[in-house]
């Protein structure tokens, strides 16, 4: 069974502080991992994809991908009361068209 | 463009009723897929649709069945619906990217009570 593991939180930050997301995947020949961002009645927001070793930045988020660990987390800079969410990992294991989802992070930012 | 849109949004079914989640995409993609989400649960893979014509068995396809119409629309049946099928319903859409990429795109939901 391929897995994606997340620490379900809560997670909880002040404003204008940075969030550290984690997220660890069993399936070695993964290629893709992807963040998705989901507010409470909402449905998955895409908002950051990486597939090689390193980081890779946008805007206030930062992916950072380290394949021989198996771990890819998710940085967000400035922490907003607006990014209180639950923040879903998600990994495409090898050739095929899916992807496995962690069951998420609950982040909320305090004003 | 609209993106991923579902019908309808919420929907109430007495126990062996019967109905159908309809999903279209306006985005080209060749890939669909429909997850439900349960508390608890995380988003867990019912059927998928590779590319027009294609049809495959997720995670949890049981009580289920889909048909993908043409490259636009992908809908999700449920026969003989049972209180366990309770959940939201997401459709989501992709298309081959650089890298193998493959991000997909999700509809606002459809959220479904079985009594």
């Known amino acids: 069974q391929k897995e994606v593991e997340q620490n379900s939180g809560p997670l909880s930050v002040p404003e204008g502080a940075i969030a550290s997301l984690n997220c660890t995947y069993s399936d070695r020949v993964s290629q893709s991992f992807f963040w998705y961002r989901q507010y409470s009645g909402k449905s998955p927001e895409l908002i950051m994809s990486i597939y090689s070793n390193g980081d890779k930045e946008d805007g206030r988020f930062t992916a950072q991908l380290n394949k021989a660990s198996q771990y890819v987390s998710l940085l967000i800079r400035d922490s907003q009361p607006s990014d209180s969410a639950t923040y879903l990992c998600a990994v495409k294991p090898g050739s095929n068209y899916k992807l496995t989802f962690g069951k998420g992070t609950l982040l909320t930012v305090n004003p | 463009n609209a993106g991923v849109t579902q019908t309808p949004k919420f929907q109430v079914l007495k126990t062996g009723q019967s109905m159908t989640l309809q999903c279209a995409q306006d985005?080209?993609?060749?890939?669909m897929y429909w997850y439900r989400q349960d508390p608890g649960m995380g988003l867990r893979l019912i059927y998928y649709s590779a590319s027009e014509g294609t049809t495959d068995k997720g995670e949890v396809p049981n009580g289920y069945n889909v048909s993908r119409l043409n490259k636009r629309e992908f809908s999700l049946r449920l026969e003989s619906a049972a209180p366990s099928q309770t959940s939201v319903y997401f459709c989501?859409?992709?298309?081959?990217?650089?890298?193998?990429?493959?991000?997909?795109?999700f509809g606002p939901g459809t959220r479904l009570t079985v009594t």
């Open positions: 985005m080209n993609h060749n890939s």
């Open positions: 989501a859409s992709s298309a081959p990217a650089p890298n193998s990429l493959y991000e997909q795109y």
